[in-house]
């Protein structure tokens, strides 16, 4: 998922060789919902005047107040979305023109709309119906608009690069929806948490709504532990009931994280094939790859009887797993898919931009520690275009990439967004499905790490 940013830069000293990230982190202790999520904003420091403002903008009846509640002695702030109750059934192009005519900024609009977008596919999937046919009900009321556009905003104006998240809890028991009485979590939640590490609960409600979920899955990159930061702030949104057992509050810790050697989760799908063409072969792996794989790759086996075959691995952040799946069984023969859960170490990396003699070449800046000099490494295609259109070798164009880094002439990129994310809107948290450091699947053929919890 790409990076959410509002006004604040990221922090970055060239000289040490060293870049502060800012971090927002999601404990979900007692799940998420959208109000939760406008309640933890503000908590946070966000403006809720500007929140506020930019709801008012879309010319629905209904408003947010943010007040300061206990839940279970703790305090925390809630935000009551006072909305009329309605009968309406939007479409999702519905719902797209109300945001865009709206005040708000083109990233939170993007923000906004993939968020319900990400709604929209779980509801569709839940009802075996098109996207465009899919009548939004409790997540296309008025409330449920406040809540996503209210948090669009909010993320944005957090300004942080990358969201995380804690394992998330859905609770237990029973929920009355439009459509009857269903068990938790919702189907619509359910979807939306695939890929995502759950968390158990014993508590008897819905802890994590339809709307919270989607917020997760549009913005939030890595799921785990609080990573090692600074914290600079924390935010505290309270849910609507106050719970005997727990605090029924969604914290969100900011802070800033000095990026060196990291550990994340990916997930590793293999299947072998005893009848693919070597252009199959191809032909699948640019469709994973173009669906935010992070790495493939093929191996020459040997399987029953002698016979010559490939076996075809993905790597792929956990959450898109199921999507990856789903390329592999419509797109070949294969009649299995193993699945298996690695631990890798990353190097931090962030795309630039250096200023050649030949124009602009694009490449990666990576680094092994705090104190590491940053070293660049230039986009093979941009060098390429670049030797043909000057009528040059490719090793003059990349030795001048590497001396134009080398003598400080190069910038980061404006849009730093992971790779592995092309068209997601921002974010996303990374949106996206998103997410890494950027471009970081460059890089991932070589550092696939330790694997464990094989299963098949």
């Not at 709206?102 to 993007?110: G, Y």
């Amino acid at each position: 998922m790409e990076s959410i940013r509002g006004e604040t830069p990221v922090q970055d000293t060239q000289e040490s060789g060293h870049t502060t990230m800012r971090v927002a982190y999601f404990d979900c202790a007692s799940g998420i919902s959208g109000d939760m999520t406008l309640g933890a904003l503000v908590d946070a420091g966000v403006s809720g005047e500007a929140i506020s403002k930019a709801i008012a903008s879309l010319g629905l009846a209904g408003g947010v107040k943010f007040e300061t509640v206990k839940r279970c002695g703790m305090r925390a702030t809630y935000a009551h979305v006072d909305a009329p109750h309605e009968h309406v059934h939007r479409h999702l192009h519905h719902i797209d023109a109300i945001i865009d005519r709206s005040i708000l900024t083109d990233r939170q609009k993007a923000l906004a709309k993939s968020i319900f977008r990400k709604l929209g596919e779980a509801e569709a999937d839940s009802h075996g119906v098109p996207i465009e046919k899919v009548h939004f009900h409790e997540v296309g009321a008025i409330d449920s608009i406040i809540d996503i556009v209210g948090a669009a905003v909010g993320l944005d104006l957090l300004g942080v690069d990358e969201v995380l998240a804690s394992p998330v809890p859905t609770g237990t028991g029973f929920i009355q929806v439009a459509h009857g009485r269903m068990s938790v979590p919702a189907p619509a939640t359910a979807f939306l948490l695939k890929g995502v590490p759950l968390a158990a609960s014993v508590v008897e409600m819905e802890l994590t709504t339809p709307t919270g979920a989607a917020i997760l899955a549009t913005t939030v990159s890595r799921f785990g532990p609080l990573p090692a930061m600074t914290i600079t702030q924390i935010g505290t949104g309270a849910g609507t009931k106050d719970l005997k057992s727990q605090p029924n509050v969604l914290r969100l810790i900011v802070g800033d994280l000095v990026e060196s050697r990291v550990t994340d989760q990916v997930t590793v799908l293999e299947t072998n094939l005893d009848d693919a063409t070597g252009e199959l072969i191809g032909h699948v792996s640019g469709l994973l790859l173009g669906a935010g794989a992070l790495d493939v790759y093929s191996t020459p086996i040997y399987m029953k009887k002698g016979r010559p075959a490939v076996m075809l691995s993905v790597i792929c952040d956990p959450i898109r797993a199921h999507q990856m799946e789903s390329i592999l069984f419509n797109e070949t023969e294969t009649l299995g898919v193993r699945h298996s859960h690695w631990s890798r170490s990353i190097l931090p990396r962030r795309a630039a931009i250096v200023r050649t003699e030949f124009g602009p070449i694009a490449g990666k800046a990576f680094w092994r520690s705090e104190t590491d000099t940053k070293r660049f490494s230039p986009e093979h295609d941009a060098c390429a275009d670049a030797a043909k259109s000057h009528g040059v070798t490719l090793r003059t164009v990349l030795e001048a990439a590497r001396h134009a880094w080398k003598s400080g002439d190069w910038q980061w990129t404006e849009s730093d967004k992971p790779a592995d994310q092309p068209d997601q809107a921002a974010p996303s948290a990374h949106t996206n499905d998103q997410t890494h450091s950027p471009d970081q699947h460059r890089h991932s053929g070589h550092d696939h790490g330790q694997g464990h919890h094989h299963h098949h």
